[in-house]
């Protein structure tokens, strides 16, 4: 591993360790939502200590799980400050992202199975026109 100027380390090569490019987006987007907080170069460039490498990463992938910023901040306090009172709070606030997620992933459902209908009566009416026979109205 590459050190950097007391154990900072620019805001490219945290991208770049992890696969994602040499983008300075995932740290910029969670510095914007105020979930992370970095230094400056002089020269502008954005800095992290490997701890915060760790909370890019860690934010990242609460995003790709859905999450949205608010939700993240929310749990934070359980990740920065472990304590009972913010495992509770970080607990129940996760309980109703899961339900969330779980009622979407049940109207997704829902709206695959329709599709799938739709699909079947398509192929159905274009068999019927294939063979010459009547063309029954399209259901769905």
Excluded: N, W
Aim: glycine share 8%; proline share 4%.
């Amino acid at each position: 591993m590459t050190r950097y100027t007391a154990g900072r380390v620019p805001c490219g090569s945290v991208s770049s360790r992890h696969g994602r490019g040499s983008a300075c987006a995932p740290c910029a987007t969670t510095e914007e939502q105020g979930l992370l907080v970095g230094t400056r170069s002089s020269s502008g460039q954005r800095h992290y200590t490997e701890d915060k490498v760790e909370r890019v990463m860690f934010v990242q992938r609460l995003y790709a799980a859905g999450l949205s910023s608010r939700t993240i901040a929310e749990l934070l306090p359980c990740v920065d400050a472990p304590s009972a009172e913010h495992s509770d709070a970080a607990l129940t606030r996760m309980a109703q992202e899961r339900d969330r997620l779980t009622e979407h992933i049940a109207a997704l459902a829902h709206t695959r199975d329709a599709l799938d209908r739709l699909m079947a009566t398509a192929r159905e009416h274009r068999d019927l026109m294939l063979g010459g026979e009547a063309v029954p109205a399209i259901r769905c």
